[in-house]
């Protein structure tokens, strides 16, 4: 999977000279938590977050009046508040690579790139979607978590055993440094699901009947 099969396109742009309270306006309005920062040429110059506009805001407990805040922020312009060194990806960067520039940086988007041209946006909640279409989470099924033994071979027992028990797969991951997979099948009960696997695993570490 790749970035360009689920980022958002035609994101949302403010410019650099947009004051604080308006952008803030567009985040709050559209729900989302980054806007790319485009000059009048349509050049991608940085990124600003509602991190970043919190930050600059006054806080409840300032003496400033409403009129002096309200002035105040109106003066301040997205080009002092934004992050201009941006990370970027292309749409053929595969969304595990995504998500580890996004944890690896601690930052929540990442504007997508084709050329200089910015085409999408994708973010954290796009990753975290995409996990529970991998986990099947919106599907019902039987939830197993199990150790196995990590031989060759070893994975198309399990495989074979559930197909012969009649159930289909509907998730499948290993763990990463350890012999646990957890999978969701369908088709089956649970109880002849796990009499199916018992002899191709070494240990049932969870079981679960979950619904849509």
Request: hydrophobic share 45%; net charge neutral.
């Given at each position: ?21 308006d ?105 975290f979607s ?5 986990f ?6 039987v ?57 191709v ?12």
């Amino acid at each position: 999977m790749l970035v360009r099969d689920r980022m958002s396109k035609h994101p949302i742009t403010t410019t650099p000279g947009a004051s604080v309270p308006d952008a803030l306006k567009v985040m709050q309005g559209s729900k989302i938590r980054q806007l790319p920062v485009l000059d009048e040429n349509g050049k991608l110059v940085g990124i600003v977050s509602l991190v970043d506009l919190f930050r600059v805001s006054p806080s409840p407990a300032t003496s400033l009046s409403v009129w002096e805040i309200d002035y105040l922020l109106e003066k301040m312009k997205v080009e002092t508040v934004m992050t201009k060194d941006v990370i970027t990806v292309t749409e053929d960067t595969a969304v595990e690579e995504a998500g580890r520039i996004l944890a690896d940086n601690a930052i929540s988007g990442l504007p997508v790139m084709r050329g200089d041209e910015l085409v999408g946006m994708i973010t954290e909640s796009h990753l975290f979607s995409i996990l529970m279409d991998l986990f099947g989470a919106r599907r019902p099924g039987v939830r197993v978590m199990a150790k196995v033994l990590m031989v060759k071979g070893g994975l198309a027992k399990i495989s074979a055993a559930v197909a012969g028990a009649g159930g289909q797969f509907v998730s499948f991951g290993t763990h990463p440094d350890s012999e646990t997979i957890t999978f969701k099948v369908q088709g089956v009960t649970k109880d002849k699901l796990l009499a199916a696997i018992k002899p191709v695993v070494t240990e049932i570490l969870d079981a679960r009947e979950t619904k849509a």
